[in-house]
């Protein structure tokens, strides 16, 4: 069965960090591209941040450039988005998404990933 588990989400005050976990399981993640995406209540889902399938390619939304970083550990079939520095507008359902997409790319295009995790819950407030 294919399946993206989110993990490492929790409530955490303004300036904290947390460190999201993608971790597949049923497939390999190597030749996929991941992206992450987040849901605030009442506000449409925002792609924040994808890796390519070799990790050599990394794109973030403007929202998040310098604060969060994604990478991946293909051995461990995981991947990660560390956050740091978190606002209370960062709040929202996380979730990760795979597909396998051009080599050298990746997307933020939600309708792009045909598999997606559960999300995970990041709540920033003091």
């Known amino acids: 069965q294919v399946q993206l588990v989110e993990s490492g989400g929790g409530l955490v005050q303004p300036g904290d960090s947390l460190r999201l976990s993608c971790a597949a399981s049923?497939?390999?993640?190597?030749?996929?591209?991941i992206g992450w995406f987040r849901q605030a209540p009442g506000k449409e889902r925002e792609g924040i941040s994808c890796?390519?399938?070799?990790?050599?390619?990394?794109y973030y939304a403007d929202s998040v450039k310098g604060r969060f970083t994604i990478s991946r550990d293909n051995a461990k079939n995981t991947v990660y988005l560390q956050m740091n520095s978190l606002k209370p507008e960062d709040t929202a359902v996380y979730y990760c998404?795979?597909?396998?997409?051009?080599?050298?790319?990746?997307?933020?295009?939600?309708?792009?990933?045909?598999?997606w995790g559960q999300g995970t819950q990041v709540t920033v407030s003091s």
């Open positions: 890796i390519n399938s070799s990790g050599g390619t990394a």
């Open positions: 049923g497939f390999t993640l190597d030749p996929y591209a």
């Open positions: 998404a795979a597909d396998i997409i051009l080599p050298h790319f990746c997307t933020v295009v939600p309708r792009q990933y045909n598999y």
